[in-house]
């Protein structure tokens, strides 16, 4: 990024660690500033280092971040979120401050208060 001159900046799970928010996200978001003639160059490069790119210049009404560039590690059939860990990181870092009997209550809704129990008995 920086030899084709991108500006660009870290974002997304991976900047939440940096404030101790544990994420296990393994794709990477960038803020990414692509001049329309370094997409081709910038895109090669990336798969040259073994990951999959999509940049989205305007976002959309799914992630309205403009300029985000999602980076996501080649290996074969792997989540780009390991949601039981996230889970268990959230839990640990935020615990005392989520309302409890509303995050039960969703878990139950989905079908998912037995991972939740898992979680809580092992942090």
Do not use: N
Not at 30 to 50: E, H, M, S, V
Not at 66 to 93: F, H, K, M, N
Not at 99 to 121: E, M, P, W
């Amino acid at each position: 990024m920086q030899s084709l001159g991108i500006r660009h900046a870290l974002v997304g799970g991976w900047a939440a660690v940096a404030w101790g928010v544990v994420r296990t996200t393994r794709d990477i978001d960038l803020l990414a500033d692509i001049p329309a003639t370094a997409r081709r160059a910038a895109a090669a490069d990336l798969q040259k280092a073994g990951f999959g790119s999509e940049w989205r210049g305007l976002g959309d009404l799914s992630d309205p971040i403009p300029l985000l560039l999602r980076l996501t590690p080649q290996a074969a059939g792997a989540p780009s979120v390991d949601i039981i860990e996230d889970a268990r990181g959230i839990l640990r870092v935020q615990g005392d401050k989520l309302d409890q009997t509303l995050l039960a209550d969703a878990c139950r809704a989905r079908g998912v208060l037995s991972a939740l129990k898992a979680i809580r008995r092992k942090p």
